[in-house]
Each structure stands twice: as C-alpha cells, then as structure tokens.
C-alpha cells in the first residue's frame, strides 16, 4: 500500500493524499483521504476515490446525480487500476454500488407513509403521496455505511 501511494503521489501531484479514518474524495481541498490499512479492498477503494479526483467530481444536486458519479467513479478506477497491476473485483463494485442504492432508497422513503419520494433538493425530500417534506443530511463522496439497529 505504502509503494502505491508513493507512486500515486508522484504521478498526481496535482492532488493530495493524506491518511485519515475513511476512505473519501475532498473536491475542497482537492484531498484523497485513505485508510492505512493493507488490503485489496483498500487498493480498491484508493483507486476509486483517485477516479473521483481525476473526474473531478465537485457539485451534484441530488442523491440520484451522486448515484451516477459513483457509477462513473468505478468505471474509470477499473481503467486505472490496470494500469498499476490492480485488477478490481466486478463482485465489490457492485456491492458498493448496491451500498449506495440501499442508502438512497433509505432517503427516498417517506417516513410517514413509507411512499418514495422525490428530491427537491440537496437535504429536502417531499411525498407525493401525503405531503409530507423531510430533511436529510448532507451527502458525501464517502462510501455510506449501512446504519445497524
Ligand atoms: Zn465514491
Ligand atoms: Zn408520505
């Protein structure tokens, strides 16, 4: 892990890593946040976040728009990774994927009438159904981890 982000570094120098509690892409501060921690999944999840960097993902203003640009994240960390001898598991990309499909089908559902709502904007939803608008918190370029009772 070390040896890949020393390359990494070195052939990106436009953006900075640094070592935190998650992974994550900062678009502020144009930051790659990593686990230290040796693993293939960490490879992945470093090559995916460096994708968001690369796209430069900054602004989306929906859940459905951030959807997307994790799609769009895991399709170019594929490319990328090959090129530094990783190949990542189709089986995690769709599990993280499908993470952030559970999450946002969580966000979307009317806490009234269990209805699926529509975004109105970046922390609104509202039902169709019943009327009712609920608040949601402000989403991230960080993988979300299922809530457990
Ligand atoms: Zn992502
Ligand atoms: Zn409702």
Redesign the pocket.
């Known amino acids: 892990m070390q040896n890949l982000l020393d390359r990494l570094a070195k052939d990106f120098t436009e953006l900075s890593f640094v070592s935190g509690e998650a992974f994550c ?1 900062s678009p502020e501060e144009k930051k790659i946040i990593y686990k230290s921690e040796y693993s293939s999944v960490a490879e992945w999840s470093l090559m ?2 460096l994708a ?1 960097g690369l796209l430069n993902h900054t602004i989306y203003k929906t859940d459905m728009e951030l959807l997307m640009l ?1 799609v769009a ?1 895991w399709s170019k960390a594929e490319k990328l990774a090959a090129n530094y001898d990783i190949i990542i598991d189709k089986n995690h990309i769709q599990d993280c994927i499908d993470t952030y499909r559970d999450w946002l089908d969580a966000r979307s559902t009317c806490p009234e009438c269990t209805s699926n709502g529509l975004q109105s904007d970046s922390r609104h939803y509202y039902c169709l159904n019943c009327g009712l608008v609920w608040r949601v918190t402000s989403s991230r ?1 960080c ?1 979300p981890y299922r809530l457990r009772a």
């Open positions: 892409w995916h976040e968001h994790e994240a370029f993988r």
